[in-house]
């Protein structure tokens, strides 16, 4: 019986050394790439639906604001609920004035948050403004010009 014998070249061995590494590493960096973006979305979405939830508050309140004078129209065609943006929360103790308190305590739990009522005939606007700066992907000059959102609503209030 004969003996078969397997040489390797000598200059071969040396040749495939490292190999197996730099592939493993090219991986670890395409994977690392990968995971930074993900983390990447992964913030731009929380910052969005931040965003997303200042706005929906900021409808609800503007909503309620409308519902509050709906209930009270004597009082808000009479003039009870306007305010302007920038106005203190009023002190009293009707019925309107309770409802501009209440709701005016609301929308300043948004950041920034202000609240104004004006009237035209039987139409009456509601604004709510707040600061969105979170929610903005612009550069930070524009950011901080362009942060202060509002929800305007536009409601007919008719007399009893």
Known sequence: MRKFQTRFSSRSVPAQRGVSLIEVLVAVVILTIGL??????????????????????A????????????????????????????????????????????????VRALPNGQGGVTFNDAIATIVVQWDDQRGSVKDA??????????VRLEAQIWAN
Do not use: C, K
Request: net charge positive; no cysteine; hydrophobic share 35%.
């Open 36 to 57: 930074l973006g993900l983390a990447g979305l992964q913030a731009s979405g929380m910052r969005v639906g931040h965003s997303s939830f200042y706005r929906t508050q």
């Open 141 to 150: 000059q524009t950011r901080l010009a362009d942060s202060a959102q509002q």
């Open 59 to 106: 409808n609800q309140l503007a909503f309620d604001m409308a519902d509050r004078m709906r209930a009270n129209p004597s009082d808000a065609r009479a003039g009870s609920y306007a305010r302007p943006l920038s106005a203190t929360i009023p002190t009293g103790t009707s019925t309107a004035e309770r409802d501009v308190a209440d709701w005016m305590r609301r």
